[in-house]
């Protein structure tokens, strides 16, 4: 064969001429590119907005969890050198980010806030049963239930403790419900991806299909498939990052206007604080990723099936 | 350059578009292959750009048997063989530099060199003064000496034309055929497939006559 084959390589030529055709294409066929980026960024701010709810949910949930917190009830012969220098040694735990003495009459004061008009009962009392303790933080984090019961078993033998109080089964809990968002989280993640996938594959069939001809040419031309392929998946990868783009501006925009009202919303619905997360650099470049793949692979799917064809 | 060795081709496994065609031709040729419809002439045209493969036989193009060869390869082979088809085929929205610039940017030639030989390519075929004129706004016989200077633009060894000139006027497709008898004194060899027997006399070359899918006279 040698004398007949041209040379089959001519790296830089082939990579501006695949460049210029892909971008050319997005003129050729506007309203195909149209589709195909507004699809993309349409998903994209779904996946990015559901994303970023779950992310100020999970971290709603973990302030929650500290809300069960660790109190170690103290014995009332305890000293008040014994009491401080348990609490010293307690915050100098790793894990540990405060720790509170309540005191009697502080448990007691809270006790009677919580009652409210009942508060009376206590005053029936001949003396204030409610024993002192030191309430313990923990670091954000290390909210578990593994620390919880680390911390618990070690002090509930101190000459100081009386008692360990935890509030396992609520932690247990949130921990559950975390886990459920997180997973259900990435399950609608998916799908959403996979959809994007099919629709953009979908698209930019219809682009593939529009240029059946000039495909036909090409390779009666001696394109190779991969001469054919690449000039698809640059344009799968430039609608990826259109798409991005308007799905990131779709997002900030969104968290501008829409951030402060649904936080109030779900406040007076739910009675729960939420902050939703200003998108992060980092959350930005997931979303180019997620769509540059999609892109790359939306289109070498349906060059593929094409080609096959 | 060019030889079947009992070639078969059937599509539907039963009836033969072409049944034991044995014929060779040499470098520098230019041979026609004749017949009614369906006598076989594009599915022959067809095997030798390696469109199809043949059921039974061996087609040796350009020392290649094509039977051995891995599809990854059929483009560069191709980038050895012109074709040229009764409908044109080009590209309405290409103009017609960037059409007969097609095979080049395939192969990745450089864009000076591109230039080059596509001015050379539609001077041969008189028509750069429409370099940047679509397709539809040319003639069918200018849209035939495009899709001539497009298949000769690469130099191939070998041009395969399928009725040339089916859907011109007896003048243009007296241009077309003084286009196909100069790439043959330039040394490609030719092979046109027609029923135009206006053609075949106008030029003095052998004929393998097809019929029924096999091969009637040489």
Known sequence: MSGVFQSPARGFHLVRAHVRTALSALTRTPVLSAVSILTMSATL???????????????????????ARLALVLKDAVTDAARLSLAREINALDEVARVDYVSREAARDNLKKTLGAQAAVLDTLPENPLPASLEITLQSGVRGVDTLRRIASKYRAHPAVDEVVTAESA????????????????????????????????????????????????????????????????????????????????????????????ADLISRAVGLSITLPVPSFSFVLSLLVIALAVGVVGSAISVRRFLRT | MIDLFHVFKTFDGVTPALADVSMSVGKGELVFVTGPSGAGKSTLLRLLFAAERPTRGQVVVAGENLERMRPANVPYLRRSIGVVFQDFRLLPTRTVFENVAFPLEVRGDGRSEIERRVYRSLKEVGLVHKAYAMPPALSGGEQQRVAIARALVGDPAILLADEPTASLDPDNAREVVKLLETARIRGTTVVIATHDRALIAAMNARTVALAGGRVVSA
């Open chain 1, 45 to 67: 701010t779904l996946l990015g907005a559901h994303q970023l709810l779950s992310l100020a949910m999970e971290s709603t949930l973990a302030d929650l969890g500290t809300e």
């Open chain 1, 171 to 262: 932690v247990l809990r949130l921990e559950a419900e975390t886990t459920l968002l997180r997973i259900s989280g990435t399950a609608i993640g998916i799908l959403l991806i996979l959809a994007t996938l099919l629709l953009v594959a979908n698209t930019i069939r219809l682009t593939v299909y529009a240029r059946r001809d000039e495909i036909a040419i090409m390779t009666l031309c001696g394109a190779t498939d991969a001469y054919v392929r690449t000039p698809f998946i640059i344009e799968g990868a430039i609608h990826g990052v259109i798409g991005t783009a308007l799905a990131t501006s779709l997002l900030f925009g969104a968290h501008f206007a829409l951030a402060a009202p649904l």
